[in-house]
């Protein structure tokens, strides 16, 4: 059974909902694009495990850890400045957008397209975390991904 434990890192970015418009007389529907770049970064990230392992086959369990950014407003301040260590009443989890469930589309969308897997449909159990980063410039997700037996 193979599985694989990686970083993106990056903020993570969930995956739009599609919009309408409409051009002359044709209606169409197009992606924004707002998740791109996040979505490169995941690819990026599992790219080295692909080319190494292979793809994942079969029924498949996730985990992913997402690690958002913190406001300013979590750091304590000393001396005016803000500093790098956090205020006593700063939260643990993030529960603001974006919500975890478009978080996860994006990424299994992009896993799918980088080759983890032939179809996200392989993926049977998926557990998310959504935590604030406890480091400064420092976010993304961290992504286990594990055949199951059958």
């Known amino acids: 059974m193979k599985q694989y434990t990686f970083f993106a890192q990056g903020e993570p ?8 418009c409409i051009r002359g007389r044709r209606a169409g529907v197009y992606d924004p694009g ?17 080319d190494e392992q292979g793809m994942l086959v079969g029924p498949i369990r996730v985990h992913l850890n997402f690690f958002m950014p913190r406001p300013q407003a979590h750091w304590c301040i000393r001396g005016g400045n803000r500093s790098n260590e956090l ?11 974006p ?5 996860e ?5 992009a896993l799918t397209d980088a080759g983890l897997w ?8 998926v557990r998310k975390d959504k935590v604030y980063s406890n480091n400064k410039g420092f976010c993304g997700c961290e992504i286990t991904a594990k055949e199951l037996e059958e």
């Open 34 to 50: 707002t998740a791109d770049k996040w979505k490169a970064q995941v690819k990026k990230a599992v790219k080295p495990y692909i």
């Open 13 to 20: 970015k969930a995956q739009p909902r599609p919009r309408a």
């Open 99 to 103: 919500d975890h469930d478009n978080l």
């Open 105 to 109: 589309k994006a990424v299994l969308d």
């Open 118 to 125: 032939a179809d996200d449909a392989q993926v049977c159990s």
């Open 87 to 97: 205020s006593t009443k700063a939260p643990t989890y993030h529960t603001t957008k």
